[in-house]
C-alpha cells in the first residue's frame, strides 16, 4: 500500500489559517484524483476538497472560498490552504483518493482546533 502522511494542523483562533500537507510514499499518487476529508467529534467523515490528477478541484459548500486544494506531482505531495477558519473546521482532517482507494492507506490526520 501507499502510505499517506498528513501534517500542519494546529490550533488557531477564528478568523486564522493554515496549511495542511499529505505526502504519499509512492509516485503512483499522481494518477489519482485525491480528496482531504475530515471527521469532527461525533460525526461522520466528510469529503471537503478533491483534486484531479490534472488539477481541476471541487468543493463542499461550507468550505468554498475559504480552502484551496493544491497538489505537486513531482513532490507526491497535495495541500490545502484553510483560510478564515471557523470553530466548525475544527476536525481531523485525512487525505485518500476520491474515490477512496485500497491502495491508500489511512494515515493519522491531522487535527484542527479552531477556538478562541
Known amino acids: 500500500q501507499v502510505q499517506l502522511v498528513e501534517s500542519g494542523g494546529g490550533l488557531v483562533q477564528p478568523g486564522g489559517s493554515l496549511r495542511l500537507s499529505c505526502a504519499a510514499s509512492?509516485?503512483?499518487?499522481?494518477?489519482?484524483?485525491m480528496g482531504w476529508y475530515r471527521q469532527a467529534p461525533g460525526k461522520q467523515r466528510e469529503l471537503v476538497a478533491t483534486?484531479?490528477?490534472?488539477?481541476?478541484?471541487n468543493y463542499v459548500d461550507s468550505v468554498k472560498g475559504r480552502f484551496t486544494i493544491s497538489r505537486d506531482n513531482a513532490k507526491n505531495t497535495m495541500y490545502l490552504q484553510m483560510n478564515s477558519l471557523k470553530p466548525e473546521d475544527t476536525a481531523v482532517y485525512y487525505c485518500?483518493?476520491?474515490?477512496?482507494?485500497?491502495?491508500?492507506?489511512w494515515g493519522q490526520g491531522t487535527h484542527v482546533t479552531v477556538s478562541s
Open positions: 485518500n483518493a476520491d474515490p477512496i482507494a485500497n491502495i491508500f492507506a
Open positions: 509512492g509516485s503512483i499518487f499522481r494518477f489519482y484524483a
Open positions: 483534486i484531479t490528477s490534472g488539477g481541476s478541484t
